[in-house]
């Protein structure tokens, strides 16, 4: 039955399965049985915990071996877990335990100590905190932390940046036509917000509360999005393309790679998955065809293949004419 499972279903199966098992265990908790029998039923969902934890650990790691320091971070994992989240009949036992609690603090406190010296030396060696952090926590975690922070910076303080082009290389932008639509969205999304949110108040303060907040996060996105649509222009060089699309795409495709057929993407070519559109609500006015497969990057963190690329400039024209000098000093030299 496993096997014809869905193969990302399966990856996820070793993270979901314990927490659903952790979840059940939780509710079981504050069952009347539980309440009743507090010492047995503190023990048992010590158990539950800690084993949910721990075969999810044996099963996501390499080779089915976890190392000593995941072993020492799930066992921390499995205290505060089987503290905070256990019913209060249940809490009065663990604190009633106090070598227990010691021994908690001291696997937390062992990898607080161990996981800050990781972090610090995976910084040193590469000048990167987010590497640092990758020694630590999941690299997909880490990663997806590092873009909201970014997000987050971008959207709050960043309101003068300057547009991001290297030394020799020339900038196109393709944001001029986007920012009134953009702003108009934003300008929508304040009034739905603010009604939202009165009308929620009126049924749950703490729904109310709650969607505020994730309303109010997506309010600094499109913030974010409309300014990194600005920073970050489509950038030319002597020898390749800098592709961007505000904080959503950014590749490189060398020179030689681009056929210089002039042919632009008819509709049935935007809608192939091997040609990326980043004409945003727009019909696209370059196009960019590649003579093998570019691997790039998605948002979302994954990889695509493409063999072209459709974009929307602000000066097309001289984006091409650019393109076309570009390619008669390759041919001359």
């Not at 489509?234 to 060398?254: A, N």
């Not at 001289?318 to 008669?328: C, G, K, P, T």
Request: net charge neutral; glycine share 4%; aromatic share 10%.
């Amino acid at each position: 039955m496993i096997r014809i499972l869905p193969a990302p279903l399966l990856k996820s199966l070793p993270i979901v399965l314990p927490l659903l098992a952790i979840a059940a265990a939780r509710i079981a908790t504050y069952s009347s049985w539980a309440i009743a029998h507090p010492n047995v039923a503190a023990a048992l969902y010590a158990w539950v915990v800690a084993d949910a934890l721990f075969l999810g650990l044996l099963a996501k790691s390499p080779d089915h071996k976890p190392d000593l320091f995941q072993f020492v971070g799930v066992l921390s994992l499995a205290c505060a877990v089987i503290v905070i989240g256990a019913s209060e009949p249940l809490r009065d036992v663990y604190f009633s335990l106090p070598h227990i609690l010691f021994a908690a603090a001291a696997t937390a406190a062992l990898f607080t100590v161990w996981s800050s010296a990781r972090v610090i030396t995976g910084w040193k060696s590469t000048g990167s905190l987010v590497a640092g952090f990758e020694q630590v926590l999941p690299a997909k975690l880490v990663s997806f932390a590092a873009t909201e922070c970014r997000t987050l910076w971008l959207g709050l303080f960043r309101w003068r940046a300057p547009v991001d082009v290297p030394p020799g290389a020339r900038a196109f932008a393709y944001h001029t036509y986007l920012t009134p639509m953009i702003a108009t969205f934003l300008a929508l999304q304040v009034i739905e917000l603010g009604v939202v949110h009165l009308l929620l108040m009126l049924w749950n303060p703490t729904v109310a509360w709650v969607m505020f907040a994730l309303s109010g996060w997506g309010l600094i996105w499109t913030i974010a999005l409309l300014k990194s649509f600005r920073i970050n222009p489509v950038l030319l060089t002597k020898d390749r393309i800098r592709v961007r699309s505000g904080m959503i795409y950014d590749f490189e495709v060398p020179i030689d790679q681009v056929v210089a057929d002039g042919k632009a993407f008819m509709a049935d070519d935007l809608e192939r998955k091997e040609i990326l559109n980043l004409a945003i609500m727009s019909s696209p006015n370059v196009s960019l065809r590649f003579s093998e497969a570019v691997t790039i990057r998605t948002f979302a963190g994954g990889h695509r293949q493409i063999f072209g690329v459709a974009l929307r400039l602000d000066e097309s024209a001289a984006f091409m004419s650019e393109l076309d000098r570009v390619w008669s000093n390759q041919a001359d030299a």
